[in-house]
C-alpha cells in the first residue's frame, strides 16, 4: 500500500468516524445544553455548537462569514493534500491523513448547519476543557504524529 493510500484511508476513517459520531449526538442529545449523559464521572456527552474556530474563540466575530472559515479551511486542506502527496513517510502520511479527516468533516458542518456539532465535555470539578469532537480528536493525533514524525533523527523527508 502506497503512503498516498494510507494516507486517504486514514483521512476517510477519521470523516467517517467524526460524521457518524456527530450523527448520533444531534439524535441523542437533541436539544443542545439541556440533555447531558455521564460516561464518566469526568467526561459527559452534552451537544454544543461552535460557530467560532478552536475553542470557539472568535465566535461572535465569524458566526456571519461562515464562508470565509470555509474557505481558510479549505486552502489549508489542499495545502495538507500537497504535503502528503510528496510524504516519504507512512507516520507521516497517517498523520496527515487525520488531520485532513478531520478539517473536512468539520468543514461540511459549517457548510450544512454553519457551526461546527461538539458533544465531548471533560470535565473535573469546576472546571471544563472546551466542548469537542471526533474531528478534533483526529485532528490532534494528526498533528501529534506530524511532531513526532519531524522529531525523529535521521528520517526522510518529502521529496520536491
Known sequence: MTHRTLGLLAAAAAFLVD????????????????????????????????????????????????????????????????????????AEAVGLGLVIGGAAGNILDRVR??????????????WHWPTFNMADVAIVCGVALLAWTSLRPGAPRAAA
Open 19 to 90: 460524521q457518524a459520531t456527530k450523527l448520533w449526538a444531534l439524535a441523542a442529545l437533541w436539544p443542545p445544553h439541556q440533555v447531558v449523559m455521564e460516561v464518566l464521572p469526568v467526561w459527559n456527552l452534552r451537544l454544543g455548537f461552535n460557530t467560532g474556530v478552536t475553542f470557539g474563540m472568535f465566535r461572535d466575530g465569524l458566526a456571519d462569514n461562515v464562508w470565509i472559515l470555509v474557505a481558510i479551511k479549505l486552502a489549508v486542506v489542499a495545502m495538507l493534500l500537497a504535503w502528503l502527496w510528496r510524504s516519504a513517510l507512512r
Open 113 to 126: 448547519i454553519g457551526a461546527v456539532v461538539d458533544f465531548l465535555d471533560w470535565h473535573y470539578g469546576g
